[in-house]
């Protein structure tokens, strides 16, 4: 299984910041590499897929870089409804798996 | 829209089958160009995989999981189903199901909203 390793597990930022979460990859996924943000009772939502496409009606402040096996994930201008979960996840071979998540939350 | 919405039994004893289906509204499984996966969220917040389908039937598990797991579909009532065997503790989580395109990265774009499911006497 390809392990997907996310930095920080958690972080304490305020409102107007830029944070980065980051995402590796235990062997190259070239760019099969998607963003979920995740709410407190709710199902993830994607934010980026492949690695760095905005999905449809996500804010432009969320953006998506890395390739191969490091990935990035900045948040600039951080808004309140941005404190939340994020996870990454591969669908680069059987079987997709999921960082452990990085949780960001008000300083 | 498309709308996906997980149902079945909140509790299930050790040892038994747990069986889920998932509605999906707004498009059809039987159109092809899309995977219908379950996942698992266990209740430390990590996220697993358990497998998915293609109309066709196709399917493919996570390996971890492919002695126990069964998805299958019911193209007439546009549904698709999770069945796990051999229940244990360590099954208790929130269960989705959720549908990834056949793009680059098969991102799961639509997700239901959970259904928690316990393993407990």
């Known amino acids: 299984d390809i392990q997907m390793t996310q930095s920080p597990s958690s972080l304490s930022a305020s409102v107007g910041d830029t944070v980065t979460i980051t995402c590796r990859a235990s062997q190259s996924i070239t760019k099969n590499l998607n963003w979920y943000q995740q709410k407190p009772g709710r199902a993830p939502n994607l934010l980026i897929h492949?690695?760095?496409i905005l999905q449809s009606g996500v804010p432009s402040r969320f953006r998506g870089s890395g390739f191969g096996t490091d990935f990035t994930l900045t948040i600039s201008s951080l808004q309140p409804e941005d404190f939340a979960n994020y996870y990454c996840?591969?669908?680069?071979?059987?079987?997709?798996?999921f960082g452990q998540g990085t949780r960001v939350e008000v300083k | 829209q498309v709308h996906l919405q997980e149902s079945g039994p909140g509790l299930v004893k050790p040892s038994q089958t747990l069986s889920l289906t998932c509605t999906v509204s707004g498009g059809s499984i039987s159109s092809g160009g899309y995977y219908w996966n379950w996942i698992r969220q266990f209740p430390g917040k990590g996220l697993e995989w358990i497998g998915h389908?293609?109309?066709?039937?196709?399917?493919q598990y996570n390996p971890s999981l492919e002695s126990r797991v069964t998805i299958s579909a019911d193209t007439s009532k546009n549904q698709f189903s999770l069945r796990l065997t051999s229940l244990t503790a360590a099954d208790t989580a929130v269960y989705f199901c959720?549908?990834?395109?056949?793009?680059?990265?098969?991102?799961?774009?639509?997700w239901g909203q959970g259904t928690l499911v316990t393993v407990s006497s």
């Open positions: 492949a690695a760095f």
């Open positions: 959720a549908r990834s395109p056949f793009v680059v990265a098969a991102p799961f774009d639509y």
């Open positions: 389908m293609y109309y066709s039937g196709d399917t």
């Open positions: 996840q591969h669908s680069h071979s059987i079987p997709w798996t």
